[in-house]
Every structure is written in structure tokens, then in C-alpha cells.
């Protein structure tokens, strides 16, 4: 079997082309191996889609609450074709564009097929071997399909199914109570899905921290059927219908669905990619072991992305490519990556957000820390449009009143954690917040006034 050389080998098209991309530019030969389409998991079968479709889930639930504003409007007809269609179209000219670009790349040559590694810094794909003294893995994750009896008997799907459903379910049961099923459950039930989520613990976003993962629950269990310490046993087809055991406090129960969906978390994919025919080591889950700079255990290989496991996060990967992509091309002024104050937030309905840490973990780490919470009700914007559920809970530290974390449910949670996270970023005092001058009588009020109750 032949073997080629290059001057870098990237694993994956998502956020390791930027560290491709920099490479070419600089003349070098690169190989790119994707078996899938180009853009990674966030353009193809994560943040990018999902978000498309919440925003016609949105828009349908903003219709269907007209009433609490004087205005009465029906919804006749979903058009899930369109609905799916809007998405897909655009996300796969998206990848097929982006693919393109590295194709007509002179110093670029694209491998369309999986690869495994046989041996040091050795990889065989698409019937060639192929070598590199550097390598980036940015092969990402993928579902986590957990271990219930009669399961590979049912037709479930994943989250990379579910975005391109070609008929809408009647009636779904998620399983999973993370960030993925609180998204896909506000998806489909507000566009008329009868939703079952089943939790196996006492709430959802158990990550988040406890004040917001409570207030959570509480009004998915107002929106939806919500099954929490609850376990699936079993799973069988009956007919057309998917028929699943479940068992919580010792109790029995049966359920029954057109469409199951399964959200229990991600896995790494260096199984696939054989990673100790090379030497990386990777923990216990499968994650890719690096250091601060992200280079693994064996000089030359680096990793970054959902594989790495810090955060599964587009924004986190973006800034671990910057650092890749630096430290790989200046090795005497290496920098190690600054994670601090890396925000996240979930397009669930209501909207979660959040950076920094949650009380309970404040608490672990003997944190001296002071902490306040403002209802988005108690401003005027937040009483004109009526969220009866949102609050913003704030954290500093009480002897500096450096901002430890921020944590907020409730309408445009998602851009209003930014001003936060950006202050973070700076490691500035409460100050930044409370002494700024806010529009009135705006949405963003609520922050500040959450940060202005801090105790002295």
C-alpha cells in the first residue's frame, strides 16, 4: 500500500479547517480526512439546524401566547416540509460550499472517506496510507446510544436524525435530560408533538446550576409529561407503535410512541479512530488527554473540539483552533489555552444561559462568595412581555467582588449573558455591571439590578 507524506494531517472538517486553512495559506501540504459532510457537528447536525428550527418553534409559541397581549390569532396549518426543509437546504449548501473551498485549495488534498490510525503518526483512509509529522484530531463526538434491553430492535434515533425527521411524530418519547432533549422537546412539542421526557434523575439540566435546573423542571412539567427518576428497562415495537418499560420508585409503567429519541450525552470518537496504534492517550471515557497547550502525549499530535471533552461547545472549539493553530506555528512562544469565563446557553423555551460557576460548585470549592437573584417580572420590560418565570441569579466574590458566575432562565437569556461573559473575560469587579449606564426601561435592567442587590 502506497504512502503519502504532508506537512500536517487534520482529523475532521469542523473547527480544525481553521488550523487547516492556516497551514495551506502558508504553503505547506495538508490533508484534510472528513467521511462526512464538511462544517462538523455544529453546521450539520447541531447548533446551526437546531437553532433554524427552535426559531419556527418560537415563532409558533409566540403566536399561541398572543392572547396574553389583546391579540387572538390561530395557527392552521405546520408545514413540517418546509419547517425541515428551510434547514436542510441551507445547511447542506453550507457544507457542500465549504467542502468546495477545500477542494479547490491548491496545497489542500481532501480525503472523503473514515480514516484509522496503523501506526505512528500512520493513517489508512480511502485505501492509502497517509503521514504527517503534525497531526490535529478534530474528529468530534457522536450520540451516546445507552444499553436497554430490545433497543436494537426499535427504529430510534439521535439527535443526528431528528433534525431531518421527514414526518412529524404524533407522539415522542425523549430520553435524556440534558441540554439536547430540553431543545428537541420545545422543538416538537410546540409545533404539536405529544412530548414524554424521562429523566433518570430528580431534574432536568442537572449541570446548570440548582435554582435554575429547579425552576426548569418546574415548567417543562408544566408544558410537558416529564417522567423524572426514571429509568427505561425495556424497549419493543408493538405494530407500528414503539412500546418502552420504565421503572421509577420501584413502580411499573408503560409507554407507548410513534418516535423514540434518545439524549443521554455524546462519546468521543477516537474508537474509531484507533487511537493507540499512534500512542495517544486518552481518560477513562475516551477523551483525548492533552496538555495546557493541547498537544497530546506524543510530539506533534494535537487535539481539539467535543474530542478533547472540555467543553462540547462550537464557541470552545473555535478558541481552541486559535490556540492550536498558534502554538503549532510559533513552538518557542507556546501559549496555553484561557478557558476562563467560557459561557454557554440552551435554546429551550425558557431560554438557559450561564457562565462561570453555580453556587454548588462555589460551595465545593470553599469559595468565599455572595450571591443575589432579580425576577425578570420585578422590571418593566420583563412584566410587558409577561415572563412570569425568568430570573437572573448573579455570584462575586466577597471580599474582591470579582464576578464568579452568572445564571439566567428566561427570554433572550442567550444574549444577555454575553455582557457578563465579556466582563468575566476581563476578570472585572461587580463594579462593571452596577456602575454602567443600562437603556431604560430595557430587558438587559435585570441584570444589573440582579448584580446591584449583591450584599456589601
Known amino acids: ?5 504532508f506537512d500536517l494531517i487534520v482529523i475532521g472538517s469542523g473547527s480544525g479547517l481553521e488550523v487547516s486553512s492556516e497551514a495551506a495559506d502558508r504553503g505547506q501540504s495538508v490533508a484534510v480526512i472528513e467521511p462526512g459532510p464538511f462544517g462538523g457537528t455544529c453546521l450539520n447536525r447541531g447548533c446551526i439546524p437546531s437553532k433554524m428550527l427552535i426559531h419556527s418553534a418560537d415563532v409558533l409559541q409566540t403566536i399561541r401566547s ?3 397581549f389583546g391579540i387572538k390569532a390561530e395557527v392552521s396549518e405546520v408545514d413540517w416540509d418546509f419547517i425541515i426543509g ?6 447542506d449548501a453550507d457544507a457542500q460550499a465549504v467542502e468546495e473551498g477545500n477542494r479547490q485549495h491548491p496545497n489542500v488534498t481532501v480525503f472523503k472517506d473514515s480514516a484509522t490510525f496503523v501506526d505512528d503518526k500512520v493513517l489508512e483512509v480511502a485505501g492509502e496510507r497517509v503521514t504527517a509529522e503534525t497531526i490535529v484530531v ?5 450520540p451516546r446510544v445507552p444499553e436497554i434491553e430490545g433497543l436494537s430492535d426499535v427504529p430510534f434515533i439521535t439527535s443526528d436524525e431528528a433534525l431531518r425527521l421527514p414526518k412529524q411524530p404524533q407522539r415522542l418519547v425523549i430520553v435524556g435530560g440534558g441540554y439536547i432533549a430540553a431543545e428537541m422537546a420545545h ?3 410546540a409545533l404539536g408533538t405529544e412530548v414524554t421526557l424521562v429523566q433518570r434523575g430528580p431534574r432536568l439540566l442537572r449541570q446548570e446550576d440548582t435554582d435554575v435546573a429547579d425552576r426548569f423542571t418546574e415548567v417543562y412539567q408544566r408544558r410537558f409529561k416529564l417522567l423524572l427518576d426514571t429509568t427505561i428497562q425495556r424497549a419493543y415495537k408493538r405494530g407500528e407503535e414503539i412500546v418502552l418499560d420504565a421503572t421509577s420508585d420501584g413502580q411499573e409503567q408503560t409507554l407507548t410512541a410513534d418516535a423514540l429519541l434518545l439524549a443521554v450525552g455524546r462519546v468521543p470518537n477516537t474508537d474509531l479512530l484507533d487511537m493507540a496504534k499512534t500512542g495517544v492517550t486518552v481518560d477513562d471515557q475516551g477523551f483525548v488527554q492533552t496538555d495546557d497547550y493541547l498537544e497530546t502525549n506524543v510530539p506533534g499530535i494535537w487535539a481539539l473540539g ?3 471533552g472540555r467543553y462540547l461547545l462550537k464557541h470552545s472549539a473555535n478558541l481552541e483552533a486559535a490556540f492550536v493553530g498558534h502554538n503549532i506555528f510559533n513552538p518557542d512562544s507556546k501559549v496555553p489555552v484561557d478557558y476562563h469565563a467560557m459561557p454557554h446557553a440552551i435554546f429551550a423555551s425558557p431560554q438557559v444561559a450561564a457562565v462561570g460557576v453555580t453556587e454548588q460548585e462555589a460551595r465545593e470549592a470553599g469559595l468565599p462568595f455572595v450571591s443575589s437573584v432579580y425576577n425578570y417580572y420585578d422590571t418593566a420590560y420583563g412584566s410587558s412581555i409577561e415572563d412570569r418565570d425568568g430570573f437572573v441569579k448573579v455570584l462575586a466574590h466577597r471580599e474582591t467582588r470579582e464576578i464568579l458566575g452568572c445564571h439566567i432562565i428566561g427570554s433572550e437569556a442567550s444574549m444577555l449573558i454575553q455582557e457578563v461573559a465579556n466582563a468575566m473575560r476581563k476578570r472585572l469587579t461587580t463594579d462593571a455591571i452596577t456602575q454602567a ?14 448584580f446591584g442587590g449583591l450584599p456589601s
Open 306 to 308: 467535543d474530542i478533547v
Open 86 to 91: 428551510r434547514a436542510t437546504d441551507t445547511i
Open 138 to 142: 478534530a474528529a468530534g463526538t457522536r
Open 437 to 450: 449606564i443600562y437603556v431604560h426601561p430595557a430587558l438587559p435592567e435585570v441584570v444589573q439590578r440582579a
Open 66 to 68: 398572543s392572547e396574553l
Open 187 to 189: 422543538f416538537f412539542g
Open 1 to 5: 500500500m502506497s504512502m503519502r507524506s
